[in-house]
């Protein structure tokens, strides 16, 4: 058989040359031309919209975030809208509840980015690798939800790191978040934000789907974006975050925010939406969420512009009644009344701990407060509990003793001496020319009713009767129907006296709650009103706190 290769034309050593040139000529050439690295997303990039599974669909245009009004309550009326969280920026103690496969859910890449081409870089229009290519390729390549590159990969970003452009989304990367990808209406929120060199920082997890109501999610260093059909993509961050954190995020009664964080409020404070509520932050209140009747009770004053203020705690329920405290006052809620505002008031105090008398399991307590030592009218504050904390049922005027107030522990002395003693003391009895309406244990006084007032005797600072009046014992039947009826209606302050002490001869007697208005011999006198409602409220325990203000709050 002939050789193959005798059937080749000999080839002149010209020929051979010339072939040989231009074969190199061509091997310098480069596959594919070298294009400059794009410039940085800024905040018109175009945005995607998500659909309910968080896949995304065809690029619409650019959409900028605005404010939502909640739909079941007047919106505060804010300065300025913005963007950036109220307090630094705290991520949540733990993520959102049960994240559920997306189509980016592949893991962290930990392979640092390169310009090195993957394997079917020849077939792409920009080369793909490193981190950023790993996790395209996990997620289905060409083929995946991101598309093809639309870009080169872009370093040079805050914190060391860079991102690469796709048709249909982003992945960004940095040392110390890995690589992870962005997409639909998530993306064009954090465009909106100014994408990498924004308050968010870089993503620090795939968008998780498969949340209530159909909703998406994605954490990034400084705060999450919440998606849902219904609201669109929000971020929420810094102090607020905390608290959506803490009631269960997207999962929680607030539901979905519906508004971006808005701030320029009143003391430098901001809000943010939800589906279900509000929550709102000042440097000096923390931040609060406040829905239901409570909000719109809290709307028709003005919200955080109006006299009530900022939120100041949670609302808190028990006994089937709910109350929140703000700053300038209460906001009560029951089945039967609904709402209802409270001032704010020292019964406040009971419930932060500045008195410095507790309410001892009492349901209700009034405070008798002077403002200085030697004088006589006081500030009578009836509390009672709501939900168990204590409220104010009214506030009036009053007097104590002739000669004003005793210091704490030092006794009050004889009647004739005109000192109230300083304290906290019980309600158990009480007294007069026929019941109101009381639960306490009630004296009808008649002509021989006698108040103990000699020491060494054993009716010292005791009710007893008698046809006589021997020295230092009171004739309460003569004080109830004289002109100024002191005695018509009347409560006895155990002050030294069982329950809440044993008797001490001579440290003080006949220390009462009673009607006539003036300066007393050491009691404390309010309206006849008040005195009578007072009785009708009472029950047996109830306390009294009386005395100087300075020595009755912290």
Wanted: hydrophobic content about 35%; glycine content about 14%.
């Amino acid at each position: 058989m002939t050789p193959r290769g005798l059937f080749l034309p000999a080839l002149r050593p010209a020929a051979i040359a010339a072939v040989l040139s231009l074969a190199s000529a061509l091997a310098a050439v480069p596959a594919e031309a070298t294009t400059a690295p794009s410039p940085v997303p800024v905040a018109t990039t175009t945005a995607t919209t998500t659909t309910a599974t968080g896949t995304p669909s065809t690029p619409a245009s650019s959409t900028t975030a605005s404010s939502t009004t909640a739909s079941s309550t007047a919106d505060p009326s804010p300065t300025s809208a913005a963007s950036a969280p109220a307090a630094s920026a705290t991520l949540p103690s733990t993520a959102p509840a049960s994240p559920s496969s997306s189509p980016s859910d592949t893991g962290m890449a930990v392979t640092p980015p390169s310009a090195a081409p993957a394997a079917t870089a020849a077939a792409l229009p920009y080369p793909v690798g490193g981190a950023i290519g790993a996790l395209w390729t996990a997620a289905g390549g060409e083929s995946s939800f991101l598309g093809l590159p639309a870009g080169p990969e872009t370093c040079g970003q805050p914190d060391g790191g860079c991102f690469q452009a796709f048709q249909h989304g982003y992945i960004f990367w940095s040392p110390t978040t890995g690589a992870w990808a962005l997409n639909g209406a998530v993306l064009g929120t954090y465009a909106a934000l100014g994408h990498n060199r924004g308050w968010l920082g870089y993503p620090t997890g795939p968008e998780t789907c498969g949340q209530p109501d159909g909703g998406c999610f994605q954490a990034f260093q400084h705060g999450y974006i919440f998606w849902s059909p219904t609201t669109g993509a929000w971020a929420v961050g810094g102090a607020i975050l905390g608290t959506y954190a803490a009631l269960g995020h997207n999962r929680g009664w607030l539901g979905y925010p519906t508004g971006p964080e808005t701030c320029g409020q009143p003391s430098g404070g901001c809000f943010q939406a939800f589906q279900h509520g509000y929550i709102f932050w000042s440097a000096t209140t923390g931040a609060w969420a406040v829905g239901g009747a409570i909000l719109s009770r809290y709307a028709s004053y003005g919200h955080n512009r109006g006299i009530l203020g900022y939120p100041v705690g949670p609302e808190v329920c028990a006994g089937g009644e709910c109350i929140q405290t703000f700053q300038g006052g209460l906001i009560g809620w029951s089945p039967a009344q609904g709402t209802t505002v409270y001032a704010m008031s020292e019964c406040n105090a009971l419930n932060t701990g500045r008195s410095v008398y507790g309410a001892n399991g009492s349901a209700r307590v009034t405070f008798a407060i002077a403002e200085a030592y030697g004088v006589t009218g006081v500030t009578a504050v009836n509390c009672f509990k709501v939900a168990g904390l204590f409220v104010p049922q009214w506030i009036t005027d009053g007097q104590a003793g002739k000669a004003g107030f005793k210091a704490p522990g030092v006794p009050s002395g004889p009647t004739r001496y005109d000192y109230s003693p300083s304290g906290s003391y019980t309600v158990t009895e009480a007294f007069g020319v026929g019941n109101p309406g009381t639960a306490l244990q009630y004296t009808t006084l008649n002509p021989n009713s006698r108040w103990g007032g000699n020491p060494w005797t054993p009716t010292y600072n005791t009710y007893f009767e008698s046809s006589s009046w021997v020295g230092y014992d009171e004739n309460m039947w003569y004080f109830a129907t004289r002109s100024t009826h002191d005695y018509r209606q009347g409560a006895v302050i155990n002050y030294n006296r069982p329950p809440d002490s044993e008797i001490v001869q001579d440290a003080g007697f006949a220390i009462f709650l009673h009607e006539n208005k003036s300066p007393t011999a050491g009691c404390l006198a309010l309206d006849d009103w008040a005195v009578v409602d007072f009785l009708q409220r009472s029950r047996p325990g109830d306390r009294i706190i009386m005395g100087v203000r300075a020595d009755l709050f912290r």
